[in-house]
């Protein structure tokens, strides 16, 4: 089935500026509280949310194979378990009723009162219910610079690393999206030199910029997704900021890897892009350094070209761009993250999220977290207000932001921002 909803010369009929992130050719899906306190399932057209439960309703979907309440719930997990033939179906639909050339909403003004809403009119959810939560560890260079500070350079990366793409599941409870702040956490650290632990505030509060993608529904218990079909069961993708506390980290990690250095809070963008939306800016990645076993083989352009970028915030300062990475240096793809996840029979289900681990680029100006950036805090990030960061402080606000971009059309994600508090304190009876 083509993908008509990609055709870089259409146009439509809202009002959108040239360097939007939602260009009608992007139609992402996400979940708003409209001003009349519902929630709806929508897409995005430039700086308008579309209410797809009233598109529905109003019969913009005929012939469509849509239950009644598909887009009046408050998660995308029963349309994602719909499969790939019905997102095409839809998106294509809504690029139809979009375009310029065509009146039928264009014209109805009853109905578009209904069904659009202006950005200030709405307030964004979390866009899926997320039952499982897998974390990936996939830039090499990422895991270059982290061996190299914490063991041998010359052995940086541990010997499974280009065998196998290196994941753990994480807390899918503390995905939150963007706008959400999040407290400082607490924990048990070794200061440097001692010999027991410490309780107290982590001092080494980090971001980690990575992307994640949303699953449908893919198998039964114990049967594996081969490679040349895992596309078919990712839904979209998201920014995904995964924080990270460094101190609480380096004491607990042995043997058994992150637990409460990554589980207190994980932040992504609000807006789901399909897949579909981003099959122009496919591109090759990284060649494998060893042979990969059979089932981690692929063929084709199996990763994207997405450009991104993290913001540090103070408080009552401007923000200061510190880094700037992109999604293809990851060298292990989507694809093969899926086919090893369930190669032992692990099932996939609808809203399932897989974050990417940190995107770090071959230059320092492209790594993907503070630890990286500022080598371990000695070499500390200047933001415009002349103040210095080794890690993040009180009160800064991080944001990432990410796009695609060719000679005929931009498809970005928008942003994920959230801010840092201190440390939560009971509220006094």
Known sequence: MPITANDPKRKTWLDTSKDTDFPIQNIPFGVFLTRDDIITIGTRIGDYAIDLGALHQLGYFEGIPLTDDIFLQDTLNDFISDGKKTWRLVRNRIAEVFDANNSKLKNNEDHRKIVLFTLDEIEMQLPVQVGDYTDFYSSKEHATNVGTMFRDPDNALLPNWLHIPVGYHGRSSSIIPSGIPVHRPQGQTLPAGATEPVFGPSKLVDFELEMAFITTDANALGEPIPIEEAEDYIFGLVLFNDWSARDIQKWEYVPLGPFLAKNFASSISPWIV???????????????????????????????????????????????????????????????????????????????????????????????????????????????????????????????????????IRIGFGEVSTKLLPVYEPKKK
């Not at 989507?334 to 999220?353: E, F, W, Y």
């Open 274 to 408: 399909t897949l579909d939306a981003l099959e122009p800016f496919r591109t090759k990645g990284p060649e494998p350094e060893k042979e990969l076993l059979p089932y981690l083989q692929f063929k084709g352009k199996k990763s994207f070209d997405i450009h991104l970028e993290v913001a540090i915030k103070p408080e009552s300062a401007e923000e200061t761009t510190i880094t700037h990475s992109n999604f293809k240096y990851m060298y292990w793809n989507m694809s093969q993250q899926l086919a090893h996840h369930t190669i032992n029979g692990c099932p996939v289900n609808s809203g399932d999220m897989m974050g990417s681990g940190t995107i770090s680029g071959p230059t320092p100006d492209s790594y993907g977290s503070m630890l990286e950036l500022s080598w371990r805090g000695e070499k500390p990030v200047k933001l415009k207000d002349g103040s210095e960061r080794k890690f993040i402080q009180d009160n800064d606000t991080v944001i990432m932001r990410g796009h695609c971009e060719n000679k005929e």
